[in-house]
C-alpha cells in the first residue's frame, strides 16, 4: 500500500507552511537549513515494517504485585515525598530498597555483563554484541575499539516468577485488609 | 518407571522442612551428589513458587478468606488449608488458625498427640488437627510436591531417609513413623539429625574427612535449628582395621533455637522504640524478621557497629509511619553470645524454675537459654559415654567426656562468632582438664545439611560407604510396682526391668528377659516405662531396685490390651516383653505368652497425662 500523501494532502500541507514561515522566523531558520544543506536521507525500497511484540500485562503487573508485597513498592510511590523529612523518607526508602532487593533477588539472577570496574579501559572486538554494549562519544571507525567503562551494565539471567493459579486476579496489588 | 530408586532425605524440621535427594545412577561415595527440590507452595493467594524450604505451618482457613481459586496447587485444585510460606505469612495476623511448631507437639508427653488440640487457643468453630494430622499434611506436601516433578518415580516407589532429633523418644519417633506411613511412604528410615548433619560432612568432605579424624577421637555435634538444640557425641573406632563411626550419646529434648535468639533481639528492639508506640504483632514479626538480617550482618561482617532496623506501619502509609531504630554491635554480642553462649564452667547445670501449678497448656521450653550451660551438663552426664570403647581412655579427667572436634550444624551458625565462642568455652573446659583443644570441622550445609546427609545416607546405606552406628541410643526399661502394703501418700516402690539394651542396633530383636507379667485378658493394662541415656551396661533382664534421680527419665507408660480370643475375659495370663528395634528405626514392644506362640503389639500411650 501506498502511504504517501495524497494531491490535496500535499496541497494543504504547502499552504499550512506557507503561512507558518511566513509568520515564524525561528521555523523559517529551521526550514532554511535542511534546503540548502544535504537532502533528507533517501527511504530505501526494500524496508519492511518490524513486528513488534504486545508485552504481556500480566507479568508486568505480577512483578508489581511482588515488589509491593515484599517491599511496598506501590505505597512508596503513591506517597507524596515533597513535605516529608529527609529522615522520614530514609526511614521508608530503606523498607522499601530491603524488600524490594529481596524480591527482585528472589525471582530475576541479575548478572553484570562487564565485570570490569567502572573507569577502566576495555576494548571490544569485532562482532561484540551491539545489544548489551552501547558505544557512545567519538563512535567512528571500525572494531577493535577501546575506550573506558562507563556502567558495567546488567542482564537477567535466570527468571522465576511464581505460577499463577487459574483465575487468579493478579490485579490485586495489595489487597485491602479489615481486621476483625 | 526406572529400575532403580531415588534416595530421598527429609528434613521435617521445627520451623522448616526441606527434601534432597540423590539419583539412582550415581555410583562411587566420593562421586555421589545431593541436589535439594525446590518445593512449590503457595507464597502469595493464588501464587506458587518453588521455595527451598517449606515452612511447617499450617493455616486454617476461614472459608471468606481466600478466593477458592487462591489455594489451589499444581497437584491439587481444590484444597482448603494451606502449608508452607503463605500459611506462615497469614499466620502472623491471624495466629488463632495457625499451626506451628508441630514436630515438637508430637514430642510433648504432657498431651495428647492425636487429637486435634492445634491450634491450642483456637476458637470452637475452628476445627484443629492433632500435631500428628498436622505432621502428615507437611509430608504429604512434599510427597505431592515430590510426584509433581518425577510422575514416573512416585514416591512410594523411592526410598525415604526421615529425619528426626536424635533426642526424640521411642513414642515420638514411633508417631514421626507413623505420620510417614499415613502419607504413603512405604520404603522408609529414620535418622537423627545430628547423624545426618555428619553424613553431609562426610559427603562435602569427599574422601578427605577419613584424613581429618582418628582413631580414638570423640567428635562433638552441636546442630541448632530454627526450634530446638540437639547434642550428640560420634566416637571413631576402629573395627577389623577398618574405621568405624559409632553415635554413642545422644542430648536431652531442648526446645532452644535460633529463633529464640532473633526473639530476643527483636524484644530488646522493642523497649527500645517503646517511646514511639506500640507494636502490634505484624509489627513484632516484621522486627523479627528484621533482627535477624541486621544479626546477620552484625556477626558476618566486624567492621559495621550498627544496622538499622527499620518497622512499617500495616496500612499503606510508609512516609512518617516507618519506624526506624537500630541493632548495634554491643547489644548483638550482649544478647546472643552472653545471653545463649556464656562462658561457663563445665560442672554448671541448666537453671530450672519451678513451673506454676496453673500453667497453660503449651510446649515445654528451654528454660535456661544457655546453650553453653545445656552443653556442660551434657558433657558432664556422658563423662563415661566413651569407657568401654577400645583404643579409648577413661573419660574421668576433668569429670566431662572430651571432645576433640566439633561439628556445627544450623543456620544460626552462619555467624562464625556463635561456633566460635561455643568452641572457646569448649577449649577452656578441655584446657582445665590438661586436654588438647578441640578442632572446627568445617564444610557443613548450615542450611540444608540435614536433608542433604539424609539423602546421602539413604544411599550409602545400600552398600557403598562409611556409615555411623547408632542403635538405640537409650537403654530402656518397664517400671515394675512391688507387691507391698498400700500406705497413704507413698507411692509403692518401682523396680526398673531392663528390657531393651543401649546401643541395641536396628533390625534386631532384644533378648527375651526371664520376668513375667500377669496380663488381664480384656482389659488395658499399663506400664511405666523409663529410659536412660547413661545406663550403658545394662542387660536385659536386669532389674534396678534404685537409681540416681537423673539416671532414668520417665518416658510415655507403654499399654498392653490382650485380645479376649480364645480367652475368658478377666482371666491372668503371664507373658515376657519383648523390645525390637526396628528397620525403621522405632522400638516396639511385644507381648509373648509364656506358652503358646502368639504375641501382641505393646504400644506407647500418647494420650498424655
Excluded at chain 1, 490485586?172 to 476483625?180: D, K, Q, T
Aim: glycine share 8%; net charge negative.
Amino acid at each position: 500500500m501506498n502511504n504517501d500523501p495524497s494531491f490535496w494532502e500535499r496541497l494543504s500541507l504547502a499552504f499550512k507552511l506557507f503561512f507558518k514561515i511566513l509568520s515564524d522566523a525561528a521555523f523559517a531558520a529551521q526550514m532554511k537549513r535542511p534546503m540548502t544543506f544535504e537532502s533528507v536521507p533517501k527511504s530505501d525500497p526494500s524496508v519492511r515494517p518490524a513486528v513488534f511484540k504486545e508485552a504481556l500485562p500480566d507479568a508486568a503487573v505480577q512483578l508489581l504485585g511482588l515488589l509491593q508485597q515484599e517491599g511496598r513498592f506501590i505505597d512508596f510511590l503513591e506517597e507524596d515525598v515533597t513535605d516529608a523529612s529527609d529522615a522520614d523518607i530514609g526511614a521508608a526508602a530503606r523498607v522499601v530498597h530491603q524488600g524490594c532487593r529481596k524480591s527482585v533477588r528472589d525471582h530475576f539472577k541479575i548478572v553484570p555483563i562487564r565485570t570490569e570496574a567502572e573507569g577502566s579501559r576495555i576494548t571490544l572486538q569485532e562482532g561484540f554484541d551491539a545489544s548489551s554494549l552501547r558505544l557512545t562519544g567519538n563512535v567512528v571507525g571500525k572494531p577493535p575499539y577501546t575506550g573506558s567503562l562507563i556502567h558495567r551494565g546488567w542482564r537477567v539471567g535466570e527468571v522465576t516468577l511464581p505460577k499463577v493459579a487459574p483465575g487468579h486476579d493478579v490485579r490485586v496489588l495489595a489487597s485491602a485488609e479489615v481486621e476483625l | 518407571m526406572s529400575e532403580e530408586k531415588f534416595s530421598i532425605g527429609i528434613d521435617l524440621g521445627t520451623t522448616n522442612c526441606a527434601l534432597s535427594f540423590v539419583r539412582p545412577d550415581s555410583e562411587k561415595p566420593a562421586e555421589i551428589t545431593t541436589e535439594v527440590m525446590r518445593i512449590p507452595q503457595l507464597a502469595a493467594p493464588g501464587a506458587v513458587e518453588d521455595l527451598l524450604l517449606l515452612p511447617s505451618f499450617l493455616y486454617l482457613a476461614h472459608a471468606d478468606e481466600f478466593a477458592v481459586s487462591d489455594l489451589a496447587l499444581p497437584w491439587n485444585a481444590g484444597m482448603s488449608f494451606v502449608t508452607g510460606e503463605l500459611a506462615r505469612v497469614r499466620g502472623v495476623t491471624t495466629p488463632i488458625r495457625l499451626v506451628s511448631s508441630a514436630k515438637s507437639w508430637l514430642c510433648h508427653s504432657g498431651v495428647d498427640r492425636r487429637s486435634a488440640i492445634l491450634p491450642p487457643e483456637a476458637p470452637a468453630e475452628i476445627g484443629q488437627v492433632s500435631p500428628l494430622q498436622a505432621s502428615i499434611f507437611y509430608l504429604e506436601h512434599m510427597r505431592d510436591a515430590w510426584n509433581y516433578y518425577h510422575p514416573d518415580d512416585p514416591l512410594q516407589n523411592q526410598e525415604v531417609v526421615l529425619t528426626v532429633p536424635a533426642s526424640f523418644d521411642p513414642a515420638a519417633r514411633e508417631l514421626t513413623a507413623e505420620a510417614a506411613r499415613a502419607a504413603g511412604f512405604e520404603n522408609l528410615v529414620l535418622l537423627e539429625e545430628p547423624q545426618a548433619a555428619f553424613y553431609n560432612w562426610i559427603q562435602s568432605s569427599g574422601t578427605g574427612w577419613r584424613k581429618q579424624v582418628k582413631t580414638g577421637e570423640i567428635i562433638l555435634v552441636v546442630d541448632v535449628g530454627g526450634g530446638t538444640t540437639d547434642l550428640s557425641l560420634i566416637a571413631v573406632t576402629e573395627r577389623d582395621g577398618a574405621v568405624e563411626l559409632r553415635r554413642i550419646a545422644v542430648g536431652d529434648h531442648i526446645l532452644l533455637g535460633g529463633d529464640n535468639m532473633d526473639l530476643a533481639l527483636a524484644h530488646l528492639l522493642k523497649d527500645k522504640l517503646a517511646g514511639k508506640g506500640t507494636l502490634d504483632p505484624w509489627q513484632l514479626q516484621a522486627l523479627t524478621h528484621g533482627c535477624r538480617v541486621a544479626k546477620e550482618a552484625l556477626l558476618l561482617n566486624s567492621d559495621i557497629a550498627a544496622f538499622p532496623v527499620v518497622v512499617p506501619n500495616r496500612g499503606s502509609r510508609l512516609i512518617g509511619k516507618t519506624l526506624r531504630t537500630e541493632l548495634t554491635r554491643e547489644e548483638t554480642e550482649q544478647t546472643l553470645i552472653n545471653g545463649f553462649f556464656p562462658y561457663v564452667d563445665v560442672t554448671s547445670t541448666p537453671t530450672i524454675r519451678a513451673r506454676s501449678a496453673l500453667t497453660k497448656i503449651g510446649l515445654p521450653y528451654a528454660q535456661d537459654p544457655a546453650i553453653t550451660r545445656h552443653l556442660a551438663a551434657f558433657l558432664t552426664r556422658q563423662v563415661d559415654a566413651a569407657d568401654d570403647l577400645a583404643g579409648f581412655g577413661k573419660g574421668g579427667g576433668g569429670g566431662f567426656v572430651r571432645p576433640s572436634a566439633v561439628l556445627f550444624n544450623g543456620g544460626v551458625f552462619k555467624a562464625h562468632s556463635l561456633a566460635a565462642r561455643v568452641l572457646d568455652t569448649l577449649n577452656t573446659w578441655l584446657l582445665e582438664a590438661g586436654s588438647p583443644k578441640a578442632r572446627f570441622l568445617e564444610g557443613v550445609d548450615l542450611d540444608m545439611a540435614v536433608s542433604k546427609g539424609a539423602a546421602y545416607y539413604g544411599y550409602v546405606r545400600r552398600g557403598c560407604g562409611v556409615r555411623i552406628r547408632g542403635g538405640a541410643a537409650k537403654s530402656f526399661y518397664v517400671g515394675i510396682e512391688s507387691a507391698m502394703p498400700a500406705v497413704p501418700g507413698v507411692d509403692p516402690p518401682v523396680q526398673a526391668l531392663c528390657v531393651a539394651p543401649f546401643g541395641m542396633e536396628e533390625g534386631t530383636d532384644a533378648a527375651l528377659p526371664p520376668q513375667t507379667f500377669g496380663l488381664v485378658v480384656g482389659e488395658p493394662v499399663r506400664f511405666r516405662f523409663f529410659g536412660s541415656s547413661v545406663r550403658r551396661t545394662d542387660p536385659v533382664g536386669a532389674t534396678l531396685e534404685s537409681w540416681a534421680p537423673e539416671a532414668l527419665e520417665e518416658l510415655e507408660n507403654i499399654e498392653a490390651t490382650l485380645p479376649a480370643d480364645n480367652r475368658n475375659p478377666g482371666d491372668i495370663v503371664p507373658v515376657r516383653l519383648r523390645a525390637r528395634l526396628t528397620e525403621v528405626g522405632t522400638l516396639t514392644l511385644e507381648a509373648l505368652p509364656v506358652s503358646g506362640s502368639e504375641h501382641w503389639a505393646v504400644e506407647f500411650d500418647v494420650r498424655g497425662n
